[in-house]
Nanobody, 127 residues
Framework: QVELVESGGGLVQTGDSLRLSCAAS????????MGWFRQAPGKEREFVSG???????????YYADSVKGRFTNSRDDAKNTVYLQMNSLTPEDTAVYYC?????????????????WGKGTLVTVSS
């Protein structure tokens, strides 16, 4: 069982930055594929970014086209934490952001491919 707890959401203005964190429990965190998803009001949950450990020094990250170049994810396996650095935020980024984990999911990540979910953290970007 893996428990995920997101933090770092809030209300910001267009062009601002936020960093989300996701703290995970579990000894095998480093072997999990981690994903960030978001769900805006009235819309389906969508993929934002994924990160997978390749070896002790390298992780592989990938992003949705809508956030590529603005968002960066990272992971610190020693702290069992993944991060999502979000820059140049726009009102279209307003959503509840969820952290998700899976021991076996591969790209492309979808909500149905993930096994564990956090409760989400709200990001609101005002114009």
């Amino acid at each position: 069982q893996v428990e995920l707890v997101e933090s770092g959401g809030g209300l910001v203005q267009t062009g601002d930055s936020l960093r989300l964190s996701c703290a995970a429990s579990g000894r095998t965190f480093s072997t999990y594929t981690m994903g960030w998803f978001r769900q805006a009001p009235g819309k389906e949950r969508e993929f934002v970014s994924g990160i997978r450990r390749i070896d002790s020094r390298t992780s592989y990250s990938y992003y949705a086209d809508s956030v590529k170049g603005r968002f960066t994810n990272s992971r610190d396996d020693a702290k069992n934490t993944v991060y999502l650095q979000m820059n140049s935020l726009t009102p279209e980024d307003t959503a509840v952001y969820y952290c998700a984990a899976s021991p076996g999911a591969t790209r492309p990540l979808t909500p149905t491919s993930m096994d564990y979910w956090g409760k989400g953290t709200l990001v609101t970007v005002s114009s």
